[in-house]
């Protein structure tokens, strides 16, 4: 199908984006990359009255490293950040997950901030961003805060963001000495949207494990190494997930996803970690 | 700060196989309607329009995308390749495009521009491709005629090129 009717502002800075999100308010909707957005648009499952494209701004389209974090400006794409040749080193887990977010041709536009504005409970940027306990860097014309990924993501495709506010960057926490990480999803084909992925970090004797795509938004869960009852803890943690079925796969097909693929992928974390 | 009123038409202009083109476009018109509409290029096709079958994939900037995800406004100043850029300008089929024919990696044809569109990006970015890296790319297209062996083997073909 094709997109209902809206005005299009292609803002020169920030700030021109920050005060048409001020005046409109949820009636404005952000787009930069659109790979959801624009499907959305196409299916009609989006109307905004204005549509606000950021995907050109310079400013917000850099990544530094800043302090202990790979900050992620908005108009990043995914294709942008895999093609670092520091990545794997400096935010390992991302490397790991990124060539499964969508298809190549999707990742030359898509957006890290995008996705995790999108805020798919089986996509893997949220995921990655729980994991690794970053933050979100949302920005208004009253001011600038931070999230945590917990505090962000609020459940299904909801997230704490105002709707005058602007995601400018996301942040990666930067690899910590010793730390080991690792990624695994079972999906219908690859690029398709995961029926369940993991994410694991292991460091200084915990294993972290997040689990995306049966609750609403990523779940994390945290262990000591010496845990001898992993499998009772994974199973544990399978049914508290409390998953449904769908047209994907069974409520139980995905606990056993969690059961069986679990402990692969927080042994393979605490085998990169050092 | 440019502002397109959603009800009017605006004046788009872009480079189009390396010449000039311009047109008229909604805010809300698709790039892949603008090229087949007010272009008449219909070279690009439009299969699923939500991003899934890859038929309408074209170059933006030297980056493979779905057209059908990008508005035909967000074009504009930017350079755009399609499939009515890869043969010579007397006809000749390039290489890949050669590779498809002998190999038969295309039947109805219906996915085929955006495949060629994709490897296409694929060998301008990595002209020795791996396996995987093949199979990364087409994998993001649908072709519901050839089963993909013959894509393959023109990929594999053209990546295997002196
Ligand atoms: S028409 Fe664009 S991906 Fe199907
Ligand atoms: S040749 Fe018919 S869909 Fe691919």
């Known amino acids: 199908m094709k997109p209902p009717r809206f005005d299009y502002v292609r803002p020169d800075t920030v700030e021109e984006a920050l005060a048409v999100l001020a005046d409109f308010g949820d009636e404005a909707q952000v787009i930069a990359g659109g790979q959801s957005l624009m499907a959305m648009l196409n299916l009609r499952l989006a109307g905004p009255r204005v549509l606000v494209d950021i995907s050109r701004l310079e400013a917000l389209s850099t990544c530094q490293e800043t302090g202990d974090c790979l900050e992620i400006g908005a108009a990043v794409t995914q294709a942008d950040l895999l093609d670092r040749a520091d990545l794997a080193e400096a935010v390992p887990l991302l490397a790991l997950a990124l060539p499964h977010v969508g298809h190549a041709q999707t990742r030359n536009r898509g957006t890290v901030c995008g996705s995790l504005a999108h805020g798919d409970p089986s996509s893997e940027l949220p995921l990655c961003l729980a994991a690794l306990e970053g933050q979100v860097v949302l920005r208004s014309t009253r001011g600038e805060r931070r999230l945590d990924a917990a505090q962000f993501q609020t459940g299904l495709l909801s997230t704490a963001r105002e709707a005058d506010e602007l995601i400018v960057a996301a942040r990666f926490p930067l690899r910590r000495a010793g730390a080991g990480h690792a990624f695994a999803e079972v999906a219908r084909r690859h690029g398709d949207f995961a029926i369940v992925g993991l994410a694991a970090v292991a460091h200084d004797g915990q294993v972290r494990l997040g689990v995306a795509g049966i609750a609403d938004r990523p779940e994390i869960r945290e262990w000591p190494f010496e845990r001898e009852d992993i499998d009772a803890v994974l199973n544990r943690l399978a049914w508290d997930l409390d998953a449904a079925d769908d047209l994907h796969a069974s409520a139980r097909y995905r606990r056993d996803i969690v059961r069986g693929l679990g402990p692969k992928v927080i042994a393979e974390a605490r085998s990169c970690a050092n | ?162």
Not at chain 2, 36 to 46: A, D, Y
Not at chain 2, 58 to 72: K, Q
Not at chain 2, 128 to 152: F, K, N, W
């Open chain 2, 1 to 162: 700060m440019r502002e397109l009123n959603g009800a009017a038409r605006h004046r788009i202009g872009f480079t189009l196989n390396g010449r000039a083109v311009s047109g008229w476009a909604e805010p809300r018109l698709l790039l892949t309607d603008f090229l087949r509409q007010e272009l008449g290029e219909t070279g690009t096709h439009v299969g699923c329009e939500h991003g899934i079958c890859g038929a309408c994939t074209i170059r933006i900037d030297g980056r493979a995308v779905r057209g059908c995800l990008y508005l035909a406004v967000q074009a504009d100043g930017r350079e755009v390749q399609t499939v009515e850029g890869l043969a010579d300008p007397d006809g000749a089929l390039n290489a890949l495009q050669r590779a498809f024919r002998k190999h038969h990696a295309l039947q109805c044809g219906y996915c085929t521009p955006g495949l060629l569109m994709s490897l296409t990006d694929l060998f301008a970015r990595t002209p020795r491709p791996s396996e995987a890296q093949i199979l990364d790319v087409v994998g993001g297209h649908l072709c519901r005629c050839t089963g993909y062996a013959g894509i393959m083997a023109a990929a594999r073909e053209v990546a295997a090129e002196p």
